[in-house]
């Protein structure tokens, strides 16, 4: 929704600073079968969120030789987002005397509407690491973006999965999406219009094994358009690319032991970075590709425990793009995240419902700027959980 500015650590004083947020939702979930062989599902939804928030902005560099002084300036942004969806599909399920057939037929639309107020000052106060001084009066806030956008999405799409035997199954399918993005910029009285409409397409094979090992390949292109603006008040080109796949997916005949293995080559373009020379924009990538390996693993070793366990690591280089910057990795963007999760939920008396869960996320390195001369270290994060059910609350 816009652009955020990314917060490092706390440097302003709570008193100034503050966030506030208010979220609407609704919707619902309809279906229909009208025999055994067709099946029509509608679902709908409505939100709206609304943000404020107002802090002290950090710069990117020290404002001292002896790099104690930390630069800082106020900013403010207040945004309001609705969004409608209505999603229609019509599922038909035969056999045309030589394969079985999924087939499934739909037609959604989507409306995005976004006011979004960004504004800043000129510098305040810096802070001083060695003598710290949270406190700093308000300065005045001009705004530097007020934009007005309104984007509309029509999409078109079947798919159709196939058994070619008991084993083996082929998955086809195709989407057609229609896009409108319009900005209304208040501040340069500036209307921008932007249309999109393109075809992707995905296809898989898989077959499983009695013994629980299903090998698979797919490959599929996609299309993510991006809402918003950049500094300028340009909108966002949406992002587009493809995906090579092949894996393997282990399930043992009763067991509750689930497993994935996959490869994979991604190629995206007009991925959204931040901007080395301004926070308060993002630029947009020519092209990037990453090529790497990702596993999970599920264990539910009883009623009450389970387990969940996932690795990621993959070479990932900007392709296309400002030379400078042709075989860099994009800010922001470690290759390698690994996690381990436990959570153990009691079953039976007085107390069943009540779950406990604990575990640790593993983040590798990624680079601060875009010429990757600034790395960031590895990290681990820890995590803790309680969770309650009752009689459906």
């Known amino acids: ?7 490092s650590f ?3 004083d709570p008193k100034l600073d503050t966030f506030r947020r208010t979220q609407f939702h609704i919707g619902y979930e309809f279906e229909h079968a009208f025999n055994d062989t067709f099946t029509f599902r509608q679902n709908l939804r409505y939100s709206q969120v609304e943000n404020l928030d107002t802090l002290l902005f950090s710069g990117q560099v020290y404002s001292d030789a002896f790099q104690t002084m930390i630069p800082r300036a106020r900013y403010r942004l207040t945004s309001q987002a609705r969004v409608f969806n209505v999603d229609n599909q019509l599922t038909a399920r035969f056999d045309d005397g030589l394969f079985g057939h999924t087939f499934l037929a739909g037609l959604d639309y989507k409306r995005y509407q976004l006011h979004d107020t960004q504004a800043g000052s000129g510098p305040v106060a810096s802070f001083d690491i060695l003598a710290p001084n949270y406190g700093v009066p308000a300065a005045p806030v001009f705004p530097y973006l007020l934009n007005r956008d ?3 999405q029509i999409g078109i799409y079947a798919q159709d999965q196939i ?3 008991d084993a083996l199954k082929l998955v086809v399918s195709g989407r057609g999406d229609f896009t409108t993005n319009d900005v209304d910029d208040k501040l340069r009285n500036t209307k921008t219009h932007q249309e999109a409409n393109i075809g992707t397409q995905r296809y898989a094979l898989i077959y499983n094994f009695d013994s629980g090992f299903a090998p698979y390949l797919s490959y599929s292109t996609f299309f993510n358009p991006q809402v918003g ?3 300028a008040g340009t909108p966002y080109k949406p992002v587009t690319g493809d995906q090579y796949e092949a894996g393997l997916k282990y399930q043992p005949p009763a067991s509750n032991l689930s497993a994935i293995f996959a490869l994979f080559d991604l190629t995206q ?4 970075t931040a901007d080395p020379t301004n926070p308060f924009n993002q630029l947009q990538i020519g092209e990037t590709r990453s090529k790497g390996f990702e596993t999970q693993v599920v264990a539910n ?5 389970s387990l969940v366990g996932s690795f990621t690591t993959f070479d990932i280089a900007i392709t296309r793009g400002s030379i400078g910057q042709i075989g860099k990795t994009p800010v922001a963007t470690p290759s390698t995240l690994a996690s381990i999760f436990a959570d153990y939920t009691i079953a039976t008396g007085d107390l069943a419902g009540l779950g406990f869960g604990a575990g640790l996320r593993y983040v590798g390195h990624s680079y601060a700027d875009a010429l990757n001369t600034f790395k960031v270290p590895e990290y681990i994060l820890f995590d803790a959980a309680v969770h309650y059910v009752k009689d459906g609350w």
């Open 150 to 152: 309104a984007f509309q």
């Open 163 to 165: 058994k070619l035997t």
């Open 269 to 272: 373009s007009n991925t959204l």
């Open 10 to 12: 706390n440097i302003a």
């Open 1 to 7: 929704m816009g652009l955020r500015i990314p917060r």
């Open 301 to 305: 070793i009883n009623r009450e425990l």
């Open 229 to 231: 603006t950049n500094i």
